[in-house]
């Protein structure tokens, strides 16, 4: 499952090839792809051909590409009107990785992929690639139209190279994420302590915090020296900032590490980042020392513990459990 950062790198490297461009063509290879789309394959590719790519934009893992059904205004703004060249746009393309789902840039002279399952033709673009595909092994993932709707606080949607205050609506009901600029910590504290459930947990909440998986959980947890058990209602301040922060930064951490998958044509995520091997702290190290422990002299054996039908990593030492832990 790709997280947070991989998504983003997604982002980045999608938006550079398809801003802008039209979609001329639509090939649905495999319907099982676009079966989120209630009114078929055929409603989704007709609303789709003849459509403009405004932007790339992500919330979470959430990732949408907004679309305007008007051509393109000229360089220096179209004939006439205020809002010419800057549509507002109503429909978006939702892409759901999945398990196992990539974008890719290919020319048309590349053979296709063998899980191939949409093809998008786009519009000439110089030294560009031609095709937008969307390749899927296990098929968990998809592509479906979705509407855009005024976010809840007003201000953007998401991260986006223009943000507009709007959202697709099936990610209306997650919160921001801790990338995100408009991120409230003020409000994230007040809600989390309302909560009145374990850390964890609570940081597994998209409604609560958005973006946040098992693994960087865990890694975060660690980083903040707190235990996932911890009851929400008794973190001070200062506690959960250290949480956020360290969020924050592991997931800022891997961006950097994955910020070269996008030199290639390929617009990649297979949820498997170089990232992991080499600088998790926490998650999956069972067994193994404590990195920061052993740092300071002490030792301290990693800890492994059932949580909501998953695993939870965790220092014995600097991350203590607490008294009426909520599991
Ligand atoms: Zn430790």
Known sequence: ?????????????????????????????DPRSVRRHALGP???AGNLEGARVLDVVRRGK?????LADTPAAGPGGGPSGPAAGTPVPAVA???????????????????????????LQLSAADGMPEQLRFVDQRIFGGL???????????GPGG?????????????????RDPLDPYFSFEEFYRRLRARKTGLK?????????????????DEALWKARLHFARPTDTLRRAEAGRVLDAAREVMTEALAAGGTSFDSLYVNVNGASGYFDRSLNAYGREGKE?????????????????????SSYSCPVCQPRPRNGRW
């Open 1 to 29: 499952m790709p997280e947070l950062p991989e998504v983003e790198v997604v982002r980045r490297g999608l938006v550079s090839w398809v801003r802008g461009r039209t979609i001329t063509g639509v090939e649905v290879v």
């Open 42 to 44: 055929e409603d989704f």
């Open 62 to 66: 959430f990732l949408w590409l907004p």
């Open 93 to 119: 393309l939702m892409a759901h990785l999945g398990m196992s789902g990539q974008l890719l840039m290919q020319d048309s002279s590349v053979a296709d992929e063998k899980h191939l399952k949409v093809r």
């Open 144 to 154: 479906f139209l979705t509407s855009l709707i005024p976010t809840a606080d007003g």
């Open 159 to 175: 991260l986006a190279e223009t943000p507009l205050p709007l959202i697709a609506e099936e990610a209306a009901h997650i919160a």
């Open 201 to 217: 947990r609570a940081l597994l909440d998209q409604g609560l915090v958005s973006g946040i998986g098992n693994i960087y959980a």
């Open 290 to 310: 404590c990195k920061r422990c052993a740092a300071a002299g002490l030792a301290s054996v990693m800890r492994r513990e059932q949580f909501m039908n998953r």
